[in-house]
């Protein structure tokens, strides 16, 4: 087997000069837009509001822009805390077929890279692709075992960091390897985080953004890495996973698959393996007309995850109530939705919610676990009060690559999130510039 790292930094350094499709571009743009809509909801909220201050009195100079205080810095400084902020209110994208979130720690540093260097927006979409490309197939080798104790985006996520930072450093194939392989020590980022309460979780692509740019910036210096750190017997994929990686399949379609062009983006603004069951009742809801107080009974069927991670029948704190599919059942069925208002400390405490919860069960469906993680679905089956059983099989969800958002719905999303932060024409300015624009965003008016 050829060395995959080889393989993928010779592929990620070529997009610097490859001819970028339209298409490609169109899709970069597009993850741009849902990352700058998932970030700056999140850039007045802890735990990046809590570390830009700490971290205040060592920041340096630099015309990297921190979107939590709106200052600028040092790349990696603007890197580590835009990340954190990008995954704070769980709207960020997916890559469905790693189980990953590639916006997060991949965008942050290769737009502080390009800021820092005034470049332009080609060089940003550039190494988006490129540092997609890297994160996500190398996601593909190692799941679905990996998530068994891992989190994706704080361990994979290094990888994007270090292959699009190093991108827009000018870095060739050779020290496009380099910051790779030594990205793979870097990474971090454990399931536990997010199955207890804390802050940490968001810090996981906040740690991957700046590790990787850490890579970067010591490969493009000449600092080397193991370069059979990917496949090796003791290198990441066998520390991480049940085998030494997947690479063959991983790397079969490359240059034929272009994986920022299949992203996933989110319509709720929760734990994404929640999202085929909420699809599902919405659906019925709005065929049927029933409301919360009509509903008696709701069991999911779901593939692993779903279980693992979302049975939380007595979620409390915001963090446990995004992951846990009996609140956000009940925030669906009470409020009409799960966006940022469904975990407003009115509604974490709304009786009517709370009242939906015990009626929500799930199970572990081995159907579905069997096509997990190439299939996101769900089966529900819904009682109502009078007896009558509805059911509905959702084989994917609502922002899936099969069932994409177009770009008006992801237009509509961003100013949904955006607008209460910056103000409706400043956001609508925005938007324009990030569909349209040649220059990437600098300050914006927090």
Known sequence: MENPLLVLADHAASWRDRPLAPEVAHHARRALIDWFAALLPGCSRPPA?????????ERGSGRSICYVDGKPGPLRHAALLNATASHTVEFDDIFRDAGYHPGCPTIPPALAAVQQQGGEMDRLLRAMTAGYEVSCRIGMAVQPSHYKNWHTTGTVGTFGAAAATALVLGCDAGRMAHAIATAATFAGGLQQAFLSDGMSKPLHPGHAAEAGALAAIGAAAGVTGALDVLHGSRGFAAATSEDTGKWEAALADLDRRICI?????KNHGCCGHIFAALDAVDDLRRE???????????????????????DRPEALTEQE???????CMGALLVLGGVRLAAFAPENLANPAIRAVMPRVTVELDPELADAYPARRAAKVRLTLCGGRVLERFQPTRKGDPDAPLSDADLSAKFEELVGPVLGAAPASALLEALWHGDAVPGVLPI
Do not use: N, W
């Open 288 to 310: 049927h007309g029933f409301g919360a107080d009509d509903v008696a009974a709701i069991h999911v069927g779901g593939y692993g995850p779903t279980k693992t991670v979302c």
């Open 49 to 57: 509001t809590l570390l830009a201050a700490a971290l205040a009195p």
């Open 321 to 327: 109530c995004r992951f846990s599919t009996q609140y």
């Open 261 to 265: 062009t299949e992203m996933t983006f």
